[in-house]
């Protein structure tokens, strides 16, 4: 299987770093032989059409901080060309995120499909705006599509919800999908420090980033709610659809408040049939909502199934990884088929 | 069967208090469940299970029942009345603390308020526990969309 990857960011190294540990359990488990084609980042690419050396092309990353200086492979081409030149089966698509117009992500994700290339991606922007033009190329070119990546991390929901609880209709869906504000929110009930405070220690600690708009506004939590209603719930709905409210205005006192009335807060998404929401909420301490730090939860309402909850790591580029290794090997099993 | 869930004082005499207007009907009531897991503060509800009834009668007991000040949560698993919680953060007291609960009380009552104002020029927290009648939940998540524009308070809630 041939692998064109985009994007060598954080995600992008951890995905090379999981398909370089798990290439022997792939060939012995699957008989799945993974070559990475091409490289691409921001400098240009590195192509190796028998496959590259992942080791160097780590090493090179990591002095170089570009992979276009990949020694006798390495060019500077864009992206866009290399996905069009290069024979690939598989584009994994792991540029960073951009909420405000999902580019260049979306098209180099239409790019793939019009190329013949099934399409794997962790990228929340072009999911979140462009949801139905994304699945008419994957359609029309009859590509598959996978981004279990994109919301939750490794904590398994897209595909959960539409293979393992397939037959099962999903009427609502109400969780907490953003580590960094749960880090923030668990840490000042502990501690009962300020809002401020807690996020300049999780910066620091490199839990939240240096601009952390997109998580402490509830942006980031709304694209994911989006992508949910869309591709779960079978909704039409853009981010510009989501009631959203952050968590900047919550104080320690407010969280003392909440736990003498037997509850905590948290940030959480929610959809179901005329609602999407995003809000601090007033969860009971025994609710299995009710999980610590940066960690991930979703509540998932049934028809026959009722309740099912998943909790898992939201982010971390080894378990973000793990979630585009499933969709590869997801996608490898079907083509193999036939 | 009929199941009737109420919620009571957890105190001497108040089940006494709920199960004699039934009695006086004439109805026969089949056993008396405490729900202790869902006790909150000084309440309790407590489930009675009641032989079948003409709608008539059982509409009959339920108002005897509120009339006595007794609150009916649910009528055959039928939420009829819930308490719901709200935290408020803002400046909840400069802002005529008195007008937003006479405003939420035109849907439910406020039957519990705690208040906490870290410092004068700072916002505060105020967690209220309203009573709302199933039917008035949508109208009082709307008054609380109004206040909260006006006054600038963020209502976080438990619904």
């Known amino acids: ?338 | 069967m009929i199941l009737l869930d109420l919620e009571l004082k957890d105190s001497p005499g108040e089940l006494l208090k709920a199960l004699t207007p039934i009695s006086k009907m004439g109805i026969n009531i089949h056993s008396v469940i405490h729900l202790r897991e869902r006790k909150r503060d000084d309440k309790v509800v407590v489930r009675i299970v009641l032989e079948n009834l003409e709608e008539d009668t059982l509409k009959k007991i339920v108002e005897k029942l509120e009339d006595r000040g007794i609150v009916v949560t649910k009528v055959n698993n039928n939420i009829r009345k819930m308490d719901v919680d709200v935290v408020v953060i803002g400046h909840v007291v400069d802002t005529d603390i008195r007008d937003t609960i006479d405003r939420l009380n035109r849907y439910g009552l406020v039957v519990d308020l705690d208040l906490t104002m870290p410092h004068p020029y700072k916002e505060s927290s105020a967690r209220m526990r309203i009573l709302v009648d199933i039917k008035k939940l949508e109208g009082l998540c709307k008054e609380m969309e109004k206040i909260s524009k006006e006054k600038d308070l963020l209502f976080i809630k438990s619904f």
Do not use: W
Not at chain 1, 50 to 66: F, M, P, Y
Not at chain 1, 103 to 121: L, W
């Open chain 1, 1 to 338: 299987m041939r692998v064109i990857l985009v994007g060598f960011g954080v995600i992008g190294r951890g995905v090379i770093s999981v398909i370089k540990k798990k290439r022997e359990y792939l060939k012995k488990r699957y008989g799945m032989d993974v070559k990475i084609v091409a490289i691409c980042d921001s400098s240009g690419a590195a192509i190796d059409e028998n496959g590259l050396d992942l080791d160097l092309a780590l090493e090179v990353k990591k002095r170089r901080g570009k992979i276009s200086e990949y020694p006798g492979k390495g060019v500077t081409l864009e992206a866009t060309e290399v996905i069009r030149s290069v024979d690939g089966d598989v584009l994994i698509e792991v540029t960073p995120t951009n909420i405000e117009d999902g580019e260049p992500a979306r098209t180099y994700i239409i790019e793939g499909f019009k190329s013949g290339k099934h399409v794997i991606t962790a990228n929340k922007g072009p999911l979140a705006l462009y949801f139905q033009e994304l699945m008419s190329y994957a359609k029309r070119y009859n590509r598959i599509f996978r981004y279990e990546a994109s919301v939750g991390g490794a904590m398994p929901i897209i595909n959960l919800a539409r293979e393992t609880l397939a037959g099962n209709e999903i009427i609502e869906i109400k969780g907490i999908l953003n580590g960094t504000t749960n880090y923030i929110l668990t840490k000042m009930e502990r501690e009962k420090l300020d809002f401020d405070t807690v996020l300049k220690e999780a910066q620091e600690l490199g839990i939240a980033e240096t601009n952390p708009y997109q998580d402490i506004s509830g942006l980031d939590t709304a694209a994911k709610i989006v992508i949910l209603a869309n591709s779960i719930m079978n909704m039409n709905v853009t981010i510009k659809d989501v009631k959203i409210e952050g968590i900047t205005r919550i104080t320690p006192e407010a969280l003392t408040m909440a736990n003498k009335g037997g509850y905590t807060i948290k940030l959480v998404g929610e959809v179901k049939r005329n609602k999407l929401e995003v809000c601090p909420k007033l969860i009971p301490l025994d609710d299995p909502l009710n999980v610590k730090g940066s960690l991930n939860v979703a509540k998932l309402y049934t028809d026959l199934a009722k309740e099912v909850i998943v909790v898992g790591r939201g982010a971390g580029s080894i378990e973000t990884s793990s979630a585009i290794l499933s969709d590869l090997i997801h996608t490898y099993l079907q083509t193999s088929k036939g």
